[in-house]
């Protein structure tokens, strides 16, 4: 009996894997995970290898400064002062200006690229943003030195290293991260959502007010404090701008228009000229612990308010 050319146009039923194909796959699949496994501990491990190190060798510090002197308001390592309120003020006082300036500007580009930029605009600022980010500190801080300090200067300070130099550039260095990220964030919202705001009659800002922006609120928050993190860790250039005068700025108007120094630049400025072992070289490092655990507070704080905007993250979610 012949088969009817319906039954000859059936396609075989597919075959399933041969066994040694399945082991090869799972062993693949395992070392993989076992790889990403292994990255991520290693991750942790190497943070928590540098804060060890970082007490250890600042253990003098804490143990022979007495603490009223290490929160102290003058910094002269010569006579054996070591107060670290004029460094953190100056550190805190440079990033406060530089995320006043970077982070509405930030945003505000990131909005219109994300939202409002044709597409053909969107392909060629994207990439010189990004491309922006890639500049040498060393470069920008020469650029601030030399251009942008007698501008400060005609702004009524006595001299033009200043904090609020030291904000400006902050702020350009910080801009392409938040702008990037930001942006990004603002892509990776679903189109339905907009779609929906439109249809129930919202404006274009209403739905980037009230629905995108929320909506990308984690990815926004990310793209801040990476860029609070790019400042505030930022060395070369603020040493070269702020003015390198360790005094607590008198608070009032002219409060950015005047000399600091913040915590980075002081560890790059003397670190290569002090005795190892010395108390002063502790106490470099114990600058280096205070600045390590301010930075993991950004980080919770930042965990913090990811998690307030969406709850707890579970597993395949974003």
Do not use: C
Request: charged share 10%; glycine share 10%; aromatic share 6%.
């Amino acid at each position: 009996m012949t088969a009817t050319p319906a039954e000859s146009a059936v396609p075989p039923e597919p075959t399933a894997p041969p066994r040694a194909a399945r082991s090869s796959r799972l062993l693949a699949e395992r070392v993989i995970e076992a790889a990403i496994a292994l990255a991520g501990v290693s991750t942790v491990v190497i943070v928590a290898l540098i804060f060890l190190f970082l007490l250890r060798e600042s253990t003098a510090a804490f143990l022979d400064v007495p603490l009223r002197q290490l929160m102290g308001t003058r910094w002269y390592p010569i006579e054996g002062l070591f107060g670290f309120l004029p460094l953190i003020a100056g550190s805190l006082v440079v990033t406060i200006g530089a995320v006043v300036i970077a982070v509405p500007l930030g945003l505000i580009t990131a909005i219109y690229l994300g939202e409002i930029a044709p597409p053909s605009q969107r392909e060629v600022l994207k990439p010189i943003i990004e491309v922006l980010a890639g500049i040498p500190s060393i470069v920008l801080g020469f650029v601030g030195w030399v251009a942008l300090a007698p501008l400060v200067q005609q702004l009524g300070a006595t001299t033009g290293l200043t904090a609020l130099t030291g904000s400006l550039i902050l702020a350009y260095m910080a801009l392409p991260t938040i702008i990037s990220i930001s942006e990004d964030a603002l892509y990776a919202v679903p189109k339905a959502y907009r779609d929906g705001a439109l249809a129930i009659g919202a404006t274009q800002w209403q739905t980037i007010w009230r629905v995108v922006l929320p909506a990308a609120r984690s990815g926004i928050v990310i793209a801040v404090m990476l860029g609070i993190g790019r400042a505030i860790g930022e060395t070369m250039a603020v040493m070269m701008v702020t003015g390198n005068a360790a005094n607590i700025p008198a608070l009032g108007p002219g409060l950015f228009l005047q000399p600091v120094r913040t915590m980075t630049a002081t560890i790059a400025a003397e670190m290569g000229e002090v005795q190892r072992g010395s108390l002063h070289y502790s106490t470099l490092f114990a600058i280096g612990v205070v600045l390590f655990v301010i930075t993991f507070g950004i980080n919770y704080v930042a965990g913090r308010l990811i998690g307030a905007s969406g709850g707890p993250r579970r597993r395949g979610q974003l």
